[in-house]
């Protein structure tokens, strides 16, 4: 089969033949139909302690049709996402997750397309653990449903945030994780959805999704109950400090991959509550999924691109830089 293979950070990838993955016992093999460029694939290729390790197959975003399957709850012709988790080889041979319960938050567990050991879906196929497919509905598109799993990335911020009926909500950054959760935070009643964007393109996305935009270059946002900071570059976890009213709250959804600096006085000063997340649960991820084939979610606006495997090494490149694309697809058949 082809696929996009990572090597080292300052080069593209390359697309090359790989060894299609055979069905282990638990696991199914999917022909890839589409899988979305994630902003964590851009990041782990760039040089700092946490760059992938050559040989790596990216893509964790995917929807597809499946072809092998080891396990009696799935049948080749199924369609299916899945959540891109693989257990370690402690817990892997149960075919039940991870023994613990942690899922993502596991140190043990390893990200599909997030290491050479687990190859993801910038391929024509992909093999994942059965116990963390999910069939697709029937009328759902293949394209729709691989959005399932930045939209379940919202969903889970959302809800850490806690209770939203009524609130002002602050998005920082309208990227497909902010995009992501502007659409949750609506879904959870806020009052009011506005999604700070200096990108024109990725404004106009957020405001075909209901919220209201600004332009932080010409306009300074106005406090919010909570603020979702969906950027993760330095420096922003501290303007959202600043501009967090007394006893507000901060949900930081965006990973910063280098050290930062923060005045913890301004957020003891404010009383101000500080909440982390990572990824998702099951449970959210078919919340998503349940939305999308609903019609609740309208997954169309956040898709700017499909790009055959041909060209994703040029695509990948180019959105390091920042520009209007919202959510890139690859299509493997194209």
């Known amino acids: 089969m082809r696929a996009a293979v990572f090597h080292r950070p300052g080069q593209p990838l390359s697309i090359e033949d790989r060894q299609t993955p055979a069905a282990r016992p638990g696991d199914i093999v999917i022909k890839v139909a589409f899988c979305g ?24 975003e995917y929807s ?6 080891a396990s009696g709850d799935f049948r080749p012709g199924d369609r299916v996402i899945g959540l891109p988790l693989q257990e370690c080889d402690d817990c892997r041979p149960s075919g039940q997750g991870c023994k613990d319960r942690l899922g993502i938050h596991c140190p043990r567990n390893r990200i599909i397309g997030l290491g050479a050991a687990v190859p993801g879906a910038y391929a024509e196929y992909v093999r994942m653990p059965a116990h963390h497919a999910m069939k697709i509905p029937d009328g759902l598109d293949l394209k729709h ?22 609130a002002r909500v602050l998005v920082i950054g309208a990227g497909p994780i902010g995009l992501a959760v502007a659409v949750f935070a609506q879904v959870a009643g806020a009052r009011e959805v506005v999604v700070s964007e200096v990108a024109k ?30 950027v993760g570059v330095p420096g922003v976890l501290r303007q959202c400090m600043d501009l967090a009213p007394s006893c507000g709250q ?17 957020a003891i000063r404010k009383e101000l509550r500080l909440q982390f997340v990572l990824g998702y649960t099951r449970e959210e991820f078919a919340l998503a999924l349940d939305l999308l ?6 997954a169309a606006p956040l898709i700017t691109g499909v790009v055959g495997l041909d060209l994703v090494p040029e695509m990948f490149e180019a959105l390091r830089k920042p520009g209007d694309h919202a959510k890139v697809l690859i299509d493997p058949s194209m």
Do not use: Q
Not at 293 to 298: K, L, N, P, Q, T
């Open 37 to 60: 460029i994630c902003g964590s694939d851009l990041h782990a290729t760039e040089p700092g302690p946490t760059s992938l390790e050559t040989g790596t197959v990216l893509g964790h």
């Open 250 to 266: 901060i949900v930081v959804v965006g990973v910063c991959r280098g050290e930062d600096t923060i005045f913890p006085r301004v």
């Open 201 to 230: 393109g990725r404004r106009d996305k957020a405001a075909s999704l209901g919220a209201s935009v600004i332009d932080p270059a010409v306009t300074k946002p106005a406090p919010a109950e909570v603020i979702f900071e969906c």
């Open 145 to 166: 449903a691989a959005l399932t799993e930045p939209l379940a990335v919202g969903a889970h911020a959302v809800r850490l945030a806690g209770n939203l009926l009524g």
């Open 293 to 298: 084939a609903s019609g609740r979610i309208d």
């Open 64 to 69: 597809g049709v499946v072809t092998e399957s």
